[in-house]
Antibody
Framework: EVQLVESGGGLAQPGRSQRLSCTGSGFRFGDHGMSWFRQAPEKGLEWVAFIRRKAEGETTEYAASVKGRFIISRDDSKSVAYLEMNSLKIEDTAVYYC??????????????WGQGTLVTVSS | DILMTQSPSSLSASVGDRVTITCRASQGISNYLAWFQQKPGKAPKSLIYSASSLQSGVPLKFSGSGSGTDFTLTISSLQPEDFATYYCLQYNDYPWTFGQGTKVEIK
């Protein structure tokens, strides 16, 4: 059974850093891209970051709202994807979800999602 | 950025109704369009990818169509478990962008 479990959420002060982890199981982690999304309280979904699999150079993409502050990375030996969040802002407060990006012929399908981890940025 | 305009923002429907939700992209996205269902307090669930491909395990009452700029999600016969918020997502270009969501409520 495919599972994604996020961890590392909690309360953080503005300007500080926090690292989220997403541990995958039940599938070949290295064969998939990984992505992070977030949802602010009572708001819609927002894409945050994406990292390709090793075979595609582990290249990364970011939303403009986090580019230069957040870093997505992966450790396939541990089946973990990370989201390093730096210079946190109040508006980064959200539930953060990780997803598996399963490749198909010409694109990706975000077929499995973790349960989410809440990050609250407040002084 | 590609703007995804989803409509309606909410709808009321009865069990057994056929429901259609539309998503319009501000520029052509080929068929790089996915649909998700989200229930309160839960993670989104993937329903459709590549505009019309049903995710494994998703009931056949869900279907997607469209290409280019106009897309549709149809629920053929609404059931109690289908009351939720539905989102479209374009992944043709970065940044990936969502529609604002459609809340499907019980009439």
């Amino acid at each position: 059974e495919v599972q994604l479990v996020e961890s590392g959420g909690g309360l953080a002060q503005p300007g500080r850093s926090q690292r989220l982890s997403c541990t995958g199981s039940g599938f070949r982690f290295g064969d998939h891209g990984m992505s992070w999304f977030r949802q602010a309280p009572e708001k819609g979904l927002e894409w945050v970051a994406f990292i390709r699999r090793k075979a595609e150079g582990e290249t990364t993409e970011y939303a403009a709202s986090v580019k230069g502050r957040f870093i997505i990375s992966r450790d396939d030996s541990k089946s973990v994807a990370y989201l390093e969040m730096n210079s946190l802002k109040i508006e980064d407060t959200a539930v953060y979800y990780c997803t598996r990006a399963h490749p198909y012929s010409v694109g990706w399908t975000l077929d499995y999602w973790g349960q989410g981890t809440l990050v609250t940025v407040s002084s | 950025d590609i703007l995804m305009t989803q409509s309606p923002s909410s709808l009321s429907a009865s069990v057994g109704d056929r429901v259609t939700i539309t998503c319009r992209a501000s520029q052509g996205i080929s068929n790089y369009l996915a649909w998700f269902q989200q229930k309160p307090g839960k993670a989104p669930k993937s329903l459709i990818y590549s505009a019309s491909s049903l995710q494994s395990g998703v009931p056949l009452k869900f279907s997607g169509s469209g290409s280019g700029t106009d897309f549709t999600l149809t629920i053929s016969s609404l059931q109690p478990e289908d009351f939720a918020t539905y989102y479209c997502l374009q992944y043709n270009d970065y940044p990936w962008t969502f529609g604002q969501g459609t809340k499907v409520e019980i009439k």
